[in-house]
């Protein structure tokens, strides 16, 4: 096996996490960083163009995994998409960017003991990725790396959703991430010019000219090298066969909520019983790694357009070309939308302590993997519960680096979670049933009219189901004794070690995930480069 040259820091995962601490930390022109990712380039304009988000769920760019087999969903095997390919998730998602709940990261600090992420504390690092194209106040800011944007060309269908949602008694909100969370209206969608802004493109593309950056694609890390407590290195897959690169000051671990905990069991470092099982050298028995899994489950209701309201016919051959020139000339049409643009925060249990549905409009059907197309043009309505008190693990199969890990969400292992789910979807039936959509809406075809009782709801959530993409948690930071990560990221017994992305969170916070695990880059950047923490300007101001 080869050894290659030495870096400062070796990034571990290109994705979301990855990129942002690849351009912050390289900002730095006296360290060497080398970011390694498994998956390939984004060079393909499917990746750029907002409405490319219908092919990401279908295979394209992830590593085709499952969960395993979900005892509390009568057994169901659950498709989950999780990305390969620089930028990672911010490459394939559907490019809604929220932040969450104040109350989300004030949790973080008093609940898991995590000091100084609180939301006072995190608002800052939300604000410096941010190019806002609207605001500019408490909650946001222009100038940063990520473009901020609303749809370009809401249809008709969406506006007449968010008069249905403040008939059915949910009140209009234009800015999900400022004061109030609560309400229905567009999305802040992580786009710019009608472009997905990816952590790829944001971050990491305008630092590659930098010498003190190299980056590698295609680079699957094996294992991190570990010698008497301390991380040293990394073992490394790629076309030039294994070798292995050693980092003088940390490496940094990247590869998301399921290849974070993956990745650490494989180099030694978890739960001893599993790793033993799976036949691999313990290096440091920390019980946490793995555990705490946290993830969004979706339902969904589907009814029939009086009309074509929405994106479905655009795969007509005609349509097709006529869109893509659309795009191409004025970058308006069906290919500059994100497919999911307009939705909000609800409540499933009145007495919440913030909005714990999140709703999505999909304009048409069978946008992501598994979900019904309808022979009409039809309407989308997901309901996902937000703080599910379920929890579920990751944990090795083999030792075998190419195996697949054993994903199991746990979905729906507290009764509580199922409850919640149920009533956000008997919310989405009711929105799409009001006065506003009637002109849109012929009639509700899944679940169907029919089906009323929790019983056929549950019957058929259990064969509908499908993950929103949030995996949370698998390496917590915290105080307690499960916490893999102390509050600045570092792994708990092995110096020179940090763990930075969606597994770090404590909880999922009651949103899509991008928007905050980039915030946990730009904190952790912070924390590596020994900087103050950014400042906090009063919300009152
Ligand atoms: C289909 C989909 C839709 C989503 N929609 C939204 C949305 O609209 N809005 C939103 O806010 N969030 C959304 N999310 C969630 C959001 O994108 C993720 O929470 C976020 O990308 C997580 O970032 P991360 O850095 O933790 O992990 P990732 O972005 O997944 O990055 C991990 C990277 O590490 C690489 N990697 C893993 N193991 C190794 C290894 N051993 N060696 C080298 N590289 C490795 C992977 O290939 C990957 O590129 C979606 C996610 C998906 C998958």
Request: glycine letters at 10%; proline letters at 6%.
């Amino acid at each position: 096996m080869a050894t290659s040259k030495s870096y400062d820091y070796i990034i571990v995962g290109g994705g979301s996490a990855g990129c942002v601490l690849a351009n912050r930390l390289s900002a730095d022109p006296s360290v060497r960083v080398l970011l390694l990712e498994a998956g390939g380039s984004d060079w393909h304009p499917l990746f750029r163009m907002p409405a490319g988000f219908a092919k990401m769920t279908k295979g394209v760019a992830s590593w085709g995994w499952s969960t395993v087999p979900q005892k509390h969903l009568n057994g169901r095997v659950v498709w989950y998409t999780q990305a390969k390919i620089v930028g990672g998730g911010s490459t394939i998602n559907a490019q809604l960017y929220t932040r969450g709940n104040a109350k989300d990261y004030d949790a973080w600090a008093s609940d898991a003991g995590c000091a100084g992420w609180s939301y006072k504390d995190v608002l800052p690092y939300f604000k410096r990725s941010e190019d806002n194209q609207r605001y500019v106040n408490a909650y946001h800011s222009y100038g940063g790396p990520l473009g901020v944007s609303y749809p370009v060309n809401p249809l008709p269908i969406s506006h007449a959703f968010i008069r249905a949602a403040q008939e059915a008694g949910i009140p209009f909100n234009d800015d999900f991430n400022g004061a109030v969370q609560d309400g229905i209206g567009h999305y802040q969608l992580s786009t710019r010019n009608a472009e997905r802004s990816s952590a790829a493109s944001a971050f990491l593309k305008p630092a590659m000219a930098r010498k003190n950056l190299t980056v590698r694609l295609n680079a699957q890390t094996l294992r991190l090298e570990i010698e008497r407590g301390r991380a040293t290195g990394v073992v490394v897959a790629s076309g030039d066969g294994l070798e292995t690169i050693k980092a003088d000051r940390e490496v940094i671990v990247t590869c998301g909520a399921i290849g974070s905990p993956r990745l650490l069991q494989l180099s030694g470092v978890g739960p001893a019983d599993v790793l033993k099982s799976a036949g691999v050298e313990v290096k440091h028995d920390l019980p946490g790694v793995g555990s705490n899994l946290q993830d969004h489950l979706d339902l969904y209701a589907i009814s029939e357009c009086t009309g074509d309201y929405t994106y479905d016919r655009v795969a007509q051959f005609h349509r097709t070309v006529w869109a893509g020139a659309q795009y191409l000339m004025f970058k308006t049409g069906p290919v500059s939308s994100t497919l999911f643009e307009t939705g909000g925060f609800w409540y499933a249990d009145k007495n919440a302590r913030s909005p714990d549905i999140q709703f999505h409009l999909g304009l048409g059907s069978g946008i992501e993997a598994g979900v019904a197309h309808m022979k009409n043009p039809g309407v989308t309505l997901n309901s996902a519960f937000l703080r599910p008190k379920s929890r579920g693990t990751v944990r090795l199969a083999s030792a075998d680096p190419k195996a697949a890990p054993l994903i199991d969400p746990n979905y729906w292992a507290e009764p509580y979670d199922r409850e919640c789910a149920l009533k956000g979807l008997r919310w989405a039936r009711e929105i799409l049933r009001q006065p506003a959509l009637k002109p849109y809406v012929l009639a509700e075809r899944l679940p169907g009219d029919n089906l009323t009782t929790d019983r056929d709801l549950l019957e058929y959530a259990y064969r509908s189901c499908k993950t929103d993409h949030h995996p949370a948690g698998t390496c917590a930071m915290g105080t307690g004794p499960d916490a893999v990560l102390s509050p600045d990221l570092k792994v708990r017994g092995i110096d020179g070690l940090r763990v930075a992305d969606a597994s770090a969170m404590p909880f999922v916070p009651s949103c899509n995930t991008n928007a905050p695990t980039m915030m946990v880059a730009e904190k952790a950047a912070d924390l590596i480069l020994r900087k103050s923490p950014l400042g906090w300007t009063s919300l009152s101001s």
